[in-house]
């Protein structure tokens, strides 16, 4: 049986952050490992900055019905690189074919990366993900492929898997191809919104205007009473390529205010609702996570003022950046 015992070599000389956890080189599954792409998981355990790596017992031990090790390496909260075996792990199944990956066994044909997010109301931070693109091309580079050997779980799996959530795929792939033709990241790219931006926010008369917080962005900010009802506040943006941003968001906050705030961001999937409370950590930029927007001149984020909460809902600033 292969194995690959130049991954640790591989991903630091790439610049990845490792961690070796244990006696990776000996840890694997019986059977055959003659990889030929990567594929991408998420965990659905929900990680944090004070719980980077909740899953990564499972990685290594497996469950009660699968035994592990269950992936090459987890990517934790901030993107470094666990790695738990050089062989064979039970992170595939069986590989429907997509691509230039073939039909059969997952297990064999491919390296797997587990990255530590729930998926269902969290996605993979901007560490995970750049983390991730700079493993997979070195990997790929390693192994004689090109970006189209890597895939999602979902793409090959037989069993209806989700995995990774909130990705595009197809965005992920150009991103890898980048790397592996020298071009580093993507190009960096930056925008924020305030409510005074010309042309660029809009909001009805229920939204009036306030400088009551001297923790506000710019010369004022919106306000609103919570009402059954969306009634958005939204925020324009042309965004340069169909990628993945980081959508941060600033609002001044006071006791007073909405606990439950909804923010709207308009994905190429479709809509996504984040909640967050604007009684506090106010006066700074808050990220709301990292979401694949499509290309093109559109109200991108809003802010709603459909809450269970009582309170004002503010609408003040909000950040784009190509991650």
């Known amino acids: 049986m292969a194995t690959i015992p130049w991954l640790v070599d591989v991903l630091r000389a790439a610049g990845v952050q490792v961690v070796v956890e244990g006696d990776w080189l000996n840890r694997m599954r019986p059977g055959s490992f003659d990889p030929i792409g990567v594929l991408w998981h998420h965990t659905a355990a929900t990680s944090s900055a004070s719980n980077p790596h909740p899953a990564l017992g ?86 004689g492929r090109d970006s189209s050997y890597a895939r999602g779980h979902r793409e090959t799996s037989t069993s209806g898997k989700i995995d990774p959530s909130f990705i595009d795929l197809n965005v992920m792939r150009a991103d890898v191809a980048a790397r592996m033709s020298g071009g580093g990241n993507p190009p960096a ?77 308009s994905t190429t999937t479709g809509n996504r609702t984040i909640i967050v409370d604007q009684r506090a950590t106010g006066g700074q930029w808050r990220s709301l996570g990292t979401f694949t927007l499509p290309a093109g001149d559109a109200n991108r984020v809003g802010v709603s003022r459909w809450s269970s909460a009582t309170g004002l809902i503010v609408a003040d600033a909000v950040r784009l950046t190509r991650v």
């Open 58 to 143: 499972i990685c290594i031990n497996g469950r009660s019905d699968l035994p592990g090790p269950l992936c090459q390496a987890l990517v934790d909260y901030n993107g470094v690189f666990h790695v738990i075996s050089a062989g064979r792990c039970n992170h595939a199944g069986t590989s429907g074919g997509s691509g230039p990956i073939p039909a059969g066994d997952g297990n064999t044909l491919m390296i797997g990366w587990e990255i530590d997010y729930n998926g269902v109301n969290q996605e993979m931070t901007a560490a995970q993900y750049n983390a991730s693109l700079a493993a997979t091309a070195a990997v790929l580079t390693r192994l």
């Open 189 to 265: 790219w930056s925008s924020i919104v305030d409510n005074t931006t010309a042309g660029r926010f809009t909001a009805s008369a229920n939204w009036g205007v306030s400088t009551y917080s001297g923790q506000r962005y710019g010369a004022d900010y919106r306000y609103a009473e919570p009402v059954a009802a969306s009634d958005v506040a939204w925020y324009r943006f042309n965004v340069p390529a169909t990628a993945n941003y980081r959508v941060d968001a600033w609002w001044p906050a006071t006791s007073g205010y909405n606990g439950a705030t909804p923010y709207v961001v």
